[in-house]
């Protein structure tokens, strides 16, 4: 896990920025079910503001395509994004010294 929302809904396990393309990938916290969380995963365009593609096992990505679970993972890799970039840069520069 690379990140985990201060109110532990939200598990960040993978973010990964590369030509203005953001790829992240998580689980979100059901707010029906206590203990059940979704597989999320969104790839969002900087440039155009837009989300690509996204997915979800939840009930209402099924029918509709896009859910909250989507939109708050989102949300969070936006917040976190810096913080995760600059975590893995230091991991680099330790391993590149070993
Ligand atoms: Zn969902």
Redesign the pocket.
């Known amino acids: 896990m690379l990140y985990i929302s201060s109110d532990k809904k939200v598990r960040i396990d993978e973010l990964i920025e590369r030509n203005g393309i953001l790829i992240v990938k998580g689980e ?1 916290a ?1 707010s029906s079910r206590k203990g059940l969380f ?1 597989n ?1 995963s969104v790839i969002y365009s900087f440039k155009r503001k837009y989300v690509i593609e996204g997915s ?6 099924r029918y509709y395509g896009i ?4 939109i708050r993972l989102l949300y969070v890799a936006f917040r976190a994004r810096k913080k995760i970039n600059k975590e893995n840069k230091n991991s680099k520069i330790i391993n590149n010294s070993s």
Do not use: A, G, L, N
Not at 56 to 61: G, L, T, V
């Open positions: 979100v059901s979704h999320t979800c096992d939840c009930e209402i990505s859910c909250k679970h989507q």
